[in-house]
């Protein structure tokens, strides 16, 4: 997400962050042979770390792997004076010029079904700032956009098709442990009965706080959110294609027809997480990747906790009751944004993430059973 593209932008200037680790520990499911499961407010226990804080029902059928970053070969400083940088180059706004042409739109223009987008829980993501072109390429297409400012109730939820939630958090506080949960078990279980009745929900959980802050409402559903950063080992730029068989086959990714294939999607840093073995997979995470558990976002040290990407998926779908969900382990690859001083593209404006505005588009196309 932000400030993955401005550390890359500082990478470019000195050598690569590279990461050795030792001390790998096997943590299987309670039905396996080695012993302990992640429940409620579970710590890693010889490492101390509380970042799984998130998981919520139990693991039952993966198996993680856990590390211990012993040595960063290249010093703190640099990191530090990513930090720096970071704060010379500015944030992100919104890129208001963007468009995505759409030739044949699923709705007359505001004769679609309502699409809100929670903005009740200091969500980092909202209509008029980071997804601004998120809610307007949907308004091309003919859908309705509402911002959504109350909490979730039946009430609330019955104005709405499709919920949209995007990192949302408890308070305007520093990205540290513990998170604070962004959402109340009251609101957690109308939103599970809203979708069992027949809602659409879209959850968007980024990198740490996020997943850990959305962990009530993505539990209900049976996905254990990892509140941590995933990150490629190699630290190469994120695609998930099909040629690389990271992102699936799948109705999401197949679209209508051949024009609306989805072949290659770009990630800007988010999260893993563990899908129910009810949801089909969208994109897959591997060995290639680390989730990275830092006590603060963006502060790693030789001492950070490692959980490895196997067997960890960044985007799934399912189908629940009448309802249906997707979780994306990632945000700003449906933004569209200008980063720092040099206004760089990042999101669906990136000119390698052409093809991300047609997978919001299908993936709202699924939820409304267009697909």
Same mark, same amino acid.
């Given at each position: 997400?932000?400030?993955?593209?401005?550390?890359?932008? #500082?990478?470019? @200037? $000195?050598?690569?962050?590279?990461?050795? &680790?030792?001390?790998?520990?096997?943590? !299987?499911? +309670?039905?396996? /042979?080695?012993?302990?499961?992640?429940?409620?407010?579970?710590?890693?226990?010889?490492?101390?770390?509380?970042?799984?804080?998130?998981?919520?029902?139990?693991?039952?059928?993966?198996?993680?792997?856990?590390?211990?970053?012993?040595?960063?070969?290249?010093?703190?400083?640099?990191?530090?004076?990513?930090?720096?940088?970071?704060?010379?180059?500015?944030?992100? #706004?919104?890129? @208001? $010029?963007?468009?995505?042409?759409?030739? &044949?739109?699923?709705?007359?223009?505001? !004769?679609? +079904?309502?699409? /809100?987008?929670?903005?009740?829980?200091?969500?980092?993501?909202?209509?008029?700032?980071?997804?601004?072109?998120?809610?307007k390429l949907l308004e091309s297409d003919g859908y309705v956009l509402r911002p959504g400012r109350e909490p979730f109730n039946p009430a609330s939820l019955s104005k709405t098709r499709i919920l949209v939630i995007a990192n949302a958090l408890a308070d305007n506080g520093p990205w540290r442990?513990? @998170?604070?949960?962004?959402?109340?078990?009251?609101?957690?279980?109308?939103?599970?009965?809203?979708?069992?009745?027949?809602?659409?929900?879209?959850?968007?959980?980024?990198?740490?706080?996020?997943?850990?802050?959305?962990?009530?409402?993505?539990?209900?559903?049976?996905?254990?959110?990892?509140?941590?950063?995933?990150?490629?080992?190699?630290?190469?730029?994120?695609?998930?294609?099909?040629?690389?068989?990271?992102?699936?086959?799948?109705?999401?990714?197949?679209?209508?027809?051949?024009?609306?294939?989805?072949?290659?999607?770009?990630?800007?840093?988010?999260?893993?997480?563990?899908?129910?073995?009810?949801?089909?997979?969208?994109?897959?995470?591997?060995?290639?990747?680390?989730?990275?558990?830092?006590?603060?976002?963006?502060?790693?040290?030789?001492?950070?906790?490692?959980?490895?990407?196997?067997?960890?998926?960044?985007?799934?779908?399912?189908?629940?009751?009448?309802?249906?969900?997707?979780?994306?382990?990632?945000?700003?690859?449906?933004?569209?944004?200008?980063?720092?001083?040099?206004?760089?593209?990042?999101?669906?404006?990136?000119?390698?993430?052409?093809?991300?505005?047609?997978?919001?588009?299908?993936?709202?196309?699924?939820?409304?059973?267009?697909?």
């Amino acid at each position: 997400m932000n400030a993955r593209l401005l550390f890359t932008e #500082v990478q470019s @200037t $000195a050598a690569r962050l590279s990461l050795k &680790k030792k001390n790998r520990l096997t943590i !299987a499911s +309670p039905n396996g /042979t080695k012993g302990a499961h992640f429940g409620p407010g579970w710590s890693f226990g010889a490492f101390g770390h509380p970042a799984t804080q998130s998981l919520n029902p139990p693991i039952t059928h993966h198996f993680l792997y856990l590390e211990e970053k012993t040595m960063i070969q290249k010093s703190i400083f640099l990191f530090t004076c990513c930090l720096a940088c970071f704060a010379a180059f500015g944030q992100q #706004v919104a890129d @208001t $010029a963007f468009t995505f042409p759409i030739n &044949k739109p699923m709705y007359p223009k505001g !004769a679609g +079904p309502v699409i /809100t987008l929670d903005e009740a829980h200091f969500n980092f993501h909202t209509l008029d700032g980071r997804y601004y072109t998120f809610g307007k390429l949907l308004e091309s297409d003919g859908y309705v956009l509402r911002p959504g400012r109350e909490p979730f109730n039946p009430a609330s939820l019955s104005k709405t098709r499709i919920l949209v939630i995007a990192n949302a958090l408890a308070d305007n506080g520093p990205w540290r442990l513990p @998170t604070r949960p962004a959402f109340t078990e009251q609101e957690a279980e109308a939103v599970q009965t809203w979708v069992k009745a027949g809602g659409r929900l879209f959850l968007i959980a980024d990198h740490m706080p996020f997943p850990a802050a959305a962990a009530p409402i993505a539990s209900v559903f049976g996905f254990n959110l990892i509140n941590g950063f995933a990150m490629r080992r190699d630290n190469r730029p994120e695609y998930f294609t099909r040629q690389g068989e990271n992102l699936t086959s799948n109705p999401i990714t197949n679209g209508r027809n051949k024009s609306e294939q989805i072949d290659s999607i770009r990630f800007f840093t988010g999260q893993g997480f563990i899908a129910p073995k009810a949801a089909t997979p969208i994109c897959v995470l591997g060995p290639e990747y680390d989730v990275l558990l830092p006590t603060v976002a963006w502060e790693f040290g030789d001492t950070t906790a490692v959980i490895s990407g196997r067997q960890l998926v960044n985007g799934a779908m399912m189908t629940y009751g009448k309802g249906r969900i997707v979780v994306m382990g990632e945000a700003a690859m449906f933004s569209a944004q200008l980063a720092g001083a040099q206004r760089q593209k990042m999101g669906m404006n990136a000119p390698d993430a052409r093809q991300n505005p047609q997978f919001l588009l299908n993936i709202i196309h699924w939820l409304d059973e267009k697909l």
